[in-house]
């Protein structure tokens, strides 16, 4: 039940996007919003091939049936991280299997379920050790601590041949039933996606290049099983006779949403097309993966290409000595073997981690004009030119949403989303209308105090000037040094101050059941999530700390097992949820315990609220489970919302304790870190509106060859959502890697949307009172009841609903911002 956009890529996300350079990065949200933009211009096209589709075949695995090669593309950032993060849920299956006649949606929770993992019996032993093979082993539990790259390789192949065995089983006897069709997907899913979830995992955490190439070698044949369970025909036929028989409108809402997904989802990859156009289908679908892949690489080698050698310390006065070190240890690499950070040279390059640095701390203005100028016209000329790559993947996209029988792409991208084009576009409208007055103040402020600090350009700022004077202004007012604030937080106090939080709002117990499942890391927690009775109904691990020789960068949070009834063993109702969480913060030291920055303290938050969704499900529909099913735009809402707790008075306060005095939090510090949540708002608003309605309009408003160019587009978007237009040559369109080789086409819009969410979701606690316990119990009950508890089973406007008793509303947003007229 793939979505035709990469969701689960998401997750990779996690870990590319957050391994833009945290460091650089302080409580200036404006700087984070900058980060995620400019990772759109490029710093996710650096994401290693691997890390695209590498393990999470996309939502294939996850159930998506129908999902093709197309789907497995790279994942760009976290869909919905704008103003708050980039951190991200690992992957989004979606999935799930019902049974006809015994789909419900809710059952008691069960005490701890056993994880059945095995579908078919072992074979006799053969002489590769395969009976041994950890891989192929039933688990309550995954052997985290067995599996090693010796057995990625055989258990894979071996696994692999079991399941298409499972799938030519199930093509020949397929029955338009639950048991006859879904319950047995489900099994055939669920098992690759378990066995490879654990390889995958291992590959994020436990890195080696043993690992590694074990898994480069097996995922082209895992990849090919899944383009063929995608693929089946009798399958689909069979989904399409549950959904024409009268048992149908019987069904739960979760079984009605498998089969309308699973329907769906064929049907947009061409399942259902006659023939000849089905032909026609592959073959767009065939030359826009090329076409992609073209435009990433025109990007990359476009980046690539720049470079300016610096040998006047002066020229580049103002850089912090991270971005010194890293332009000297540049400079090494390109041969001048005896460069320092000291006393270079110095190379400056197009890459994230030294672009951004340029643009906010370099002093000298046509270095930053230089450098900003070669930046917004990366892939636009010569060899590496995308300007055509962009209108023939246009062209394609446009002809491939007719042939399925939509008048446009956005449409298309719409089907598998909370959203519709209109209602995106009304959003963004009301977002820019909010946003506009107070983007043209932030400008006046900029220009003031660029004056009072006597620069020659205030009167004439340009684009690259506008983040260096941000800098300089958010450091004059909100000056917080993150690195002072670290002994405040220590990451004991933080996770019981979330434990604690979980409990008054959701009531459940947390408790460390170190011990009980295997781990792939000494310093990995394992908890028990248990109701007030004391059930278990979920686990997680937790491995907080960064190990730079192993582990990859970032934070994110995916799934091990999810809910599901079929899968249940052990006599067992259901099989219990099992999460995993994993961070990248600085370990203990002696006897310090790990201190953590604001903005960690505010990812543990973000991922833990995934984790919640997904473990607090009560579905027992194993492909609607939990984070499965839910519709991308809508599946960071859990997430964002978490985010607010740690700006709410009394939970921050709980945690914010020194270390070793027990000292509070002072303050006035207190009031800066709410103050610099509201920096530059509108600003940083209006930057995202101008990326989200290029996107829409280039998707279904534009006619390729028409008489419009995609650059008129830009300038014509742009005067509505710019302050100072974009330069005449400005071609950020010619490095906009999400939406021409990532999965955000017609998708861009998501950022601002899942905000919206939960910004007004956190406010039905904020309505209720943040003081009265009563009050905020009851909504957080109910909060529980509906977002966390229904996964994938419900559309989420109709959860969303159920929740706040009306539609989203932008208004919270705007306020939490500080956007609305008069500040509230
Ligand atoms: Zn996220």
Same mark, same amino acid.
């Given at each position: 039940?793939?979505?035709?956009?990469?969701?689960?890529?998401?997750?990779?996300?996690?870990?590319?996007?957050?391994?833009?350079?945290?460091?650089?990065?302080?409580?200036?949200?404006?700087?984070?919003?900058?980060?995620?933009?400019?990772?759109?211009?490029?710093?996710?096209?650096?994401?290693?091939?691997?890390?695209?589709?590498?393990?999470?075949?996309?939502?294939?695995?996850?159930?998506?049936?129908?999902?093709?090669?197309?789907?497995?593309?790279?994942?760009?950032?976290?869909?919905?991280?704008?103003?708050?993060?980039?951190?991200?849920?690992?992957?989004?299956?979606?999935?799930?299997?019902?049974?006809?006649?015994?789909?419900?949606? /809710?059952? %008691?929770?069960?005490?701890?379920?056993? +994880?059945?993992?095995? #579908?078919?019996?072992?074979? &006799?032993? =053969? *002489?590769?050790?395969?009976?041994?093979?950890?891989?192929?082993?039933?688990?309550?539990?995954?052997?985290?601590?067995?599996?090693?790259?010796?057995?990625?390789?055989?258990?894979?192949?071996?696994?692999?041949?079991?399941?298409?065995?499972?799938?030519?089983?199930?093509?020949?006897?397929?029955?338009?039933?639950?048991?006859?069709?879904?319950?047995?997907?489900?099994?055939?899913?669920?098992?690759?996606?378990?066995?490879?979830?654990?390889?995958?995992?291992?590959?994020?955490?436990?890195?080696?290049?043993?690992?590694?190439?074990?898994?480069?070698?097996?995922?082209?044949?895992?990849?090919?099983?899944?383009?063929?369970?995608?693929? /089946?025909? %009798?399958?689909?036929?069979?989904?399409? +006779?549950?959904?024409? #028989?009268?048992?149908?409108? &019987?069904? =739960? *809402?979760?079984?009605?949403?498998?089969?309308?997904?699973?329907?769906?989802?064929?049907?947009?990859?061409?399942?259902?097309?006659?023939?000849?156009?089905?032909?026609?289908?592959?073959?767009?679908?065939?030359?826009?993966?090329?076409?992609?892949?073209?435009?990433?690489?025109?990007?990359?080698?476009?980046?690539?290409?720049?470079?300016?050698?610096?040998?006047?310390?002066?020229?580049?006065?103002?850089?912090?000595?991270?971005?010194?070190?890293?332009?000297?240890?540049?400079?090494?690499?390109?041969?001048?073997?005896?460069?320092?950070?000291?006393?270079?040279?110095?190379?400056?390059?197009?890459?994230?981690?030294?672009?951004?640095?340029?643009?906010?701390?370099?002093?000298?203005?046509?270095?930053?004009?230089?450098?900003?100028?070669?930046?917004?016209?990366?892939?636009?000329?010569?060899?590496?030119?995308?300007?055509?790559?962009?209108?023939?993947?246009?062209?394609?996209?446009?002809?491939?949403?007719?042939?399925?029988?939509?008048?446009?792409?956005?449409?298309?991208?719409?089907?598998?989303?909370?959203?519709?084009?209109?209602?995106?576009?009304?959003?963004?409208?009301?977002?820019?209308?909010?946003?506009?007055?107070?983007?043209?103040?932030?400008?006046?402020?900029?220009?003031?105090?660029?004056?009072?600090?006597?620069?020659?350009?205030?009167?004439?700022?340009?684009?690259?000037?506008?983040?260096?004077?941000?800098?300089?202004?958010?450091?004059?007012?909100?000056?917080?040094?993150?690195?002072?604030?670290?002994?405040?937080?220590?990451?004991?106090?933080?996770?019981?101050?979330?434990?604690?939080?979980?409990?008054?709002?959701?009531?459940?117990?947390?408790?460390?059941?170190?011990?009980?499942?295997?781990?792939?890391?000494?310093?990995?927690?394992?908890?028990?999530?248990?109701?007030?009775?004391?059930?278990?109904?979920?686990?997680?691990?937790?491995?907080?700390?960064?190990?730079?020789?192993?582990?990859?960068?970032?934070?994110?949070?995916?799934?091990?097992?999810?809910?599901?009834?079929?899968?249940?063993?052990?006599?067992?109702?259901?099989?219990?949820?099992?999460?995993?969480?994993?961070?990248?913060?600085?370990?203990?030291?002696?006897?310090?315990?790990?201190?953590?920055?604001?903005?960690?303290?505010?990812?543990?938050?973000?991922?833990?609220?995934?984790?919640?969704?997904?473990?607090?499900?009560?579905?027992?529909?194993?492909?609607?489970?939990?984070?499965?099913?839910?519709?991308?735009?809508?599946?960071?809402?859990?997430?964002?919302?978490?985010?607010?707790?740690?700006?709410?008075?009394?939970?921050?306060?709980?945690?914010?304790?020194?270390?070793?005095?027990?000292?509070?939090?002072?303050?006035?510090?207190?009031?800066?870190?709410?103050?610099?949540?509201?920096?530059?708002?509108?600003?940083?608003?209006?930057?995202?509106?101008?990326?989200?309605?290029?996107?829409?309009?280039?998707?279904?408003?534009?006619?390729?060859?028409?008489?419009?160019?995609?650059?008129?587009?830009?300038?014509?978007?742009?005067?509505?959502?710019?302050?100072?237009?974009?330069?005449?040559?400005?071609?950020?369109?010619?490095?906009?890697?999400?939406?021409?080789?990532?999965?955000?086409?017609?998708?861009?819009?998501?950022?601002?949307?899942?905000?919206?969410?939960?910004?007004?979701?956190?406010?039905?606690?904020?309505?209720?009172?943040?003081?009265?316990?009563?009050?905020?119990?009851?909504?957080?009950?109910?909060?529980?009841?509906?977002?966390?508890?229904?996964?994938?089973?419900?559309?989420?406007?109709?959860?969303?609903?159920?929740?706040?008793?009306?539609?989203?509303?932008?208004?919270?947003?705007?306020?939490?911002?500080?956007?609305?007229?008069?500040?509230?």
């Amino acid at each position: 039940m793939g979505y035709p956009f990469p969701k689960r890529a998401r997750a990779r996300l996690g870990g590319v996007v957050s391994t833009r350079p945290r460091r650089f990065v302080s409580l200036a949200l404006p700087l984070l919003i900058f980060l995620a933009s400019a990772n759109m211009f490029g710093a996710t096209a650096r994401a290693p091939p691997l890390a695209l589709f590498a393990g999470r075949a996309p939502r294939l695995l996850g159930l998506s049936l129908y999902s093709s090669h197309r789907h497995l593309r790279k994942s760009l950032p976290c869909a919905l991280w704008s103003s708050s993060f980039s951190f991200c849920v690992a992957r989004i299956p979606r999935s799930t299997s019902v049974p006809f006649a015994g789909c419900s949606s /809710s059952a %008691p929770l069960p005490p701890m379920a056993t +994880a059945e993992v095995a #579908s078919a019996p072992l074979p &006799a032993a =053969s *002489d590769d050790g395969l009976p041994d093979n950890p891989l192929l082993q039933s688990f309550a539990f995954p052997p985290f601590d067995a599996v090693h790259a010796k057995h990625v390789v055989p258990g894979i192949r071996e696994l692999l041949r079991r399941l298409e065995g499972d799938l030519v089983e199930l093509e020949s006897k397929v029955e338009p039933s639950w048991p006859g069709l879904v319950e047995l997907l489900e099994r055939i899913v669920d098992r690759l996606q378990v066995a490879w979830g654990v390889i995958n995992h291992l590959k994020s955490v436990k890195d080696s290049a043993e690992l590694r190439a074990a898994i480069e070698e097996v995922q082209p044949e895992k990849v090919k099983f899944q383009l063929r369970l995608g693929q /089946s025909k %009798p399958i689909y036929n069979a989904f399409k +006779a549950i959904q024409e #028989s009268p048992n149908f409108s &019987a069904l =739960s *809402d979760a079984c009605k949403r498998i089969v309308e997904a699973q329907i769906k989802e064929a049907v947009l990859n061409g399942v259902a097309l006659e023939d000849g156009k089905r032909e026609q289908f592959n073959e767009i679908e065939q030359e826009l993966e090329k076409l992609s892949q073209k435009f990433s690489e025109n990007v990359l080698d476009a980046t690539k290409k720049f470079e300016k050698l610096i040998t006047d310390k002066k020229e580049i006065e103002g850089l912090p000595p991270t971005a010194l070190g890293l332009a000297a240890q540049t400079a090494v690499s390109k041969g001048h073997e005896n460069a320092t950070a000291e006393n270079g040279p110095w190379v400056i390059t197009l890459d994230a981690p030294c672009f951004l640095p340029v643009m906010q701390h370099a002093k000298n203005r046509s270095l930053r004009e230089e450098v900003y100028r070669a930046y917004v016209t990366r892939a636009s000329s010569g060899d590496l030119d995308n300007t055509v790559i962009i209108n023939q993947i246009l062209k394609l996209r446009l002809e491939k949403a007719k042939l399925l029988g939509y008048s446009n792409y956005a449409e298309v991208s719409m089907e598998m989303k909370m959203a519709s084009v209109e209602k995106a576009e009304e959003l963004l409208e009301k977002l820019r209308d909010a946003s506009w007055d107070p983007a043209v103040q932030d400008m006046e402020d900029l220009k003031t105090f660029a004056l009072e600090k006597g620069a020659e350009e205030a009167n004439d700022l340009n684009h690259w000037d506008i983040t260096f004077w941000s800098e300089r202004l958010r450091e004059a007012k909100y000056d917080i040094n993150e690195e002072e604030l670290r002994p405040f937080f220590s990451l004991p106090r933080v996770m019981d101050g979330l434990f604690t939080l979980a409990k008054t709002l959701f009531e459940v117990d947390i408790v460390p059941v170190d011990g009980l499942a295997p781990v792939w890391n000494e310093d990995v927690r394992f908890y028990c999530v248990k109701d007030l009775s004391g059930n278990p109904v979920a686990y997680f691990y937790f491995d907080p700390y960064s190990r730079p020789s192993e582990k990859r960068g970032g934070a994110w949070m995916d799934e091990v097992f999810a809910r599901s009834r079929v899968l249940a063993g052990g006599g067992a109702p259901v099989r219990l949820p099992i999460a995993h969480m994993v961070c990248n913060q600085t370990p203990p030291v002696g006897d310090k315990p790990s201190l953590m920055t604001f903005r960690e303290v505010e990812t543990i938050f973000h991922e833990f609220g995934h984790a919640l969704q997904h473990m607090l499900t009560r579905q027992d529909e194993g492909l609607v489970a939990g984070i499965r099913g839910i519709e991308w735009d809508a599946v960071e809402l859990p997430s964002q919302f978490m985010e607010n707790w740690c700006y709410q008075r009394d939970t921050l306060m709980s945690i914010a304790k020194h270390y070793e005095t027990g000292e509070p939090l002072p303050e006035e510090v207190y009031q800066k870190l709410l103050a610099a949540k509201t920096f530059r708002a509108g600003s940083l608003s209006l930057r995202q509106i101008r990326f989200a309605t290029m996107d829409l309009e280039l998707h279904s408003k534009y006619v390729p060859g028409g008489s419009e160019t995609i650059y008129d587009v830009d300038q014509r978007v742009s005067e509505r959502t710019q302050v100072i237009p974009p330069l005449l040559e400005d071609r950020f369109l010619c490095s906009f890697s999400h939406i021409f080789a990532g999965g955000y086409a017609a998708g861009y819009y998501s950022y601002k949307w899942a905000e919206v969410l939960s910004a007004d979701a956190f406010s039905a606690f904020e309505d209720a009172g943040l003081d009265n316990d009563k009050a905020i119990k009851e909504t957080g009950r109910k909060f529980r009841e509906t977002i966390l508890a229904l996964g994938g089973g419900k559309p989420p406007l109709e959860v969303f609903v159920e929740f706040r008793g009306r539609e989203p509303s932008p208004e919270a947003l705007l306020r939490h911002n500080g956007l609305l007229p008069v500040a509230a």
